[in-house]
């Protein structure tokens, strides 16, 4: 076989050699096997010249040129055998696309060229360009309608986009001129609140000083002595009570003990006539206790001067006192007064309990939740600057060069596969929900756009990662690959590697204009 492979290699050389079998006249470099159109120019066109190494290395007779022995160390005088491992083979393919193979795949009964010159010697591929021309361009074509399609329908996302960032740019600029009138309010909000804060310490300051505040804290403190002489004579009384049932019903009147007989008489004539008392006393209870010595007297002192009652002059002390507790405030007068002259407690240690202080007047109040109020509008109108200032700029290269992803921002899309459903928000989250139960899985969160290519780019935009998914071990990512298409649609979803997701996504925002692309400029022209 070598010896025939050279043989049909050097036959076209060894022909036009002999002058009574060709005319020279018609020979050009064009017709040497395996040679691109391109280099041609540095062949000879005469059988009868010599060839010079491409590489300059080396001159050499033109029978030399692919008689299967690689004369050439850049291999450049047998592009038609697989002699020279650095040489390629240039198939015409005519009907399709034209391209170049290496030259160790030259007669390896494989058939790499379409029309199978890269077999001439074993001739076991037949020519089979114009059937895989034809299904090329039809494919070639249908790629071209949706190519059209979709850049008409990203056309319309650039058009609105750029509406959308002219509305973000007056609205940020709207946001500023609020901010501006937002932060005046705020300092005029905070001088009222100091100067109302100012005015109520001194009015309360004037207020402690009052007959009727003086006398609501000694009843205060009378009434806390008092509960708590109370609570230790009810426990007392509760043994005592408890040592006489006892009595009661161990007690033999056989013995004639003249005093425990008495003793236990008077124990059921005591219960008898407190059965009575229960039915007609009513005492005021523990709830209601605990209110009067929780309430806020200074709270009550703050109140408005129109919350005050007014008497006639004799009534004393009464004239400071707030409607909303002159109820509690008699109650607690009548209830103190009567206990301490029964019980006589006045002056002996209590546990007090805590009295509230630091009460906001209803002015101070007002002054406050107004200076917040603004406070927190300020805060959110600064918030929103931020957030559409970073929109802004995203809209610059993060959404597309024409910010046509913007029009994305948000939208879903989904596909069931096996058991599961997929869904991935564009810039937002990427979930696997399980179809059997309500379970779901995070895969990730956007993070960026294809980085080995730059911003701008068609390749940039190709891809998009999600990261930082949940997973039992590892951190679940996924790497979304986007084609043009009509739709936005998910097609597929695989998981080469555990936790490694990939999607494969259409959307018309990848529609480029054929001359944006910066695809293979062959390609283009194939388009």
């Not at 591929?125 to 008409?152: M, V």
């Not at 709207?174 to 705020?186: A, L, N, Y």
């Not at 905070?190 to 100067?195: F, G």
């Not at 959110?380 to 290269?397: F, K, V």
């Amino acid at each position: 076989m070598p010896q025939l492979i050279t043989l049909f290699a050097i036959i076209p050389s060894f022909l036009l050699s002999l002058p009574a079998l060709a005319d020279t006249s018609l020979f050009s470099s064009l017709s040497i096997r395996g040679l691109k159109p391109s280099l041609a120019q540095h062949y000879p066109n005469s059988p009868s010249a010599n060839f010079t190494c491409l590489d300059g290395s080396s001159s050499i007779p033109f029978s030399a040129i692919n008689d299967d022995y690689c004369d050439c160390p850049d291999g450049s005088d047998e592009p038609g055998t697989s002699a020279c491992a650095t040489a390629t083979f240039y198939c015409a393919n005519e009907g399709h696309i034209s391209g170049s193979v290496l030259s160790s795949r030259v007669n390896d009964g494989l058939c790499e060229c379409c029309d199978g010159s890269d077999e001439w010697a074993t001739g076991a591929c037949p020519n089979r360009c114009t059937q895989i021309g034809r299904e090329y361009r039809e494919t070639i074509d249908a790629e071209l309608k949706t190519r059209k399609t979709g850049a008409k329908i990203r056309s319309t996302y650039v058009k609105w986009a750029l509406g959308e960032k002219k509305r973000l740019e007056e609205e940020l600029e709207q946001k500023k001129r609020q901010v501006r009138g937002k932060e005046t309010e705020v300092e005029q909000a905070r001088l009222s609140l100091e100067r109302t804060e100012a005015r109520s310490k001194e009015d309360l300051e004037r207020r402690r000083l009052s007959p009727v505040y003086t006398s609501l804290l000694t009843h205060r403190l009378a009434l806390t002595r008092l509960r708590s002489k109370t609570a230790k004579l009810q426990t007392e009384f509760d043994n005592l009570h408890g040592i006489l049932e006892e009595l009661a019903k161990g007690y033999n009147p056989n013995y004639q003990d003249m005093a425990v007989k008495a003793a236990v008489v008077g124990y059921e004539e005591l219960n008898k006539a407190a059965e009575v008392g229960e039915e007609v006393e009513e005492d005021i209870g523990d709830e209601e206790l605990d209110e009067l010595e929780k309430k806020d007297l200074e709270g009550l002192l703050l109140m408005d001067a129109g919350d005050v009652v007014e008497v006639d002059e004799e009534g004393g002390v009464y004239e400071y006192i707030p409607d909303v507790f002159y109820d509690s405030w008699e109650n607690l007068r009548d209830f103190a007064i009567d206990w301490m002259v029964r019980v006589g407690i006045l002056g002996k240690g209590s546990k007090g309990a805590s009295k509230p202080t630091g009460a906001d007047g209803p002015q101070v109040a007002a002054a406050r939740e107004k200076h917040n109020t603004a406070s927190n509008d300020l805060n959110r109108l600064n918030t929103e600057i931020t957030s559409t200032a970073d929109t802004l700029e995203r809209m610059n290269t993060g959404f597309g060069p024409g910010a046509e992803w913007k029009k994305l921002d948000g939208t879903c899309v989904d596909k069931v596969s096996g058991d599961y459903t997929y869904e991935l928000c564009f810039f937002g989250r990427a979930t696997q929900k399980s179809n059997k139960d309500s379970s779901s899985n995070f895969l990730g969160s956007f993070v960026d756009w294809n980085g080995s290519a730059a911003p701008g780019t068609f390749e940039h935009y190709t891809r998009q990662n999600y990261r930082n998914g949940r997973g039992e071990m590892l951190e679940r990512t996924d790497a979304v690959d986007i084609i043009c298409g009509t739709t936005n649609a998910l097609l597929s979803i695989s998981e080469p590697e555990k936790c490694e997701y990939h999607f494969r996504v259409t959307s018309p925002a990848l529609c480029w204009p054929i001359d944006q692309t910066g695809i293979n400029p062959s390609v283009r022209e194939e388009l």
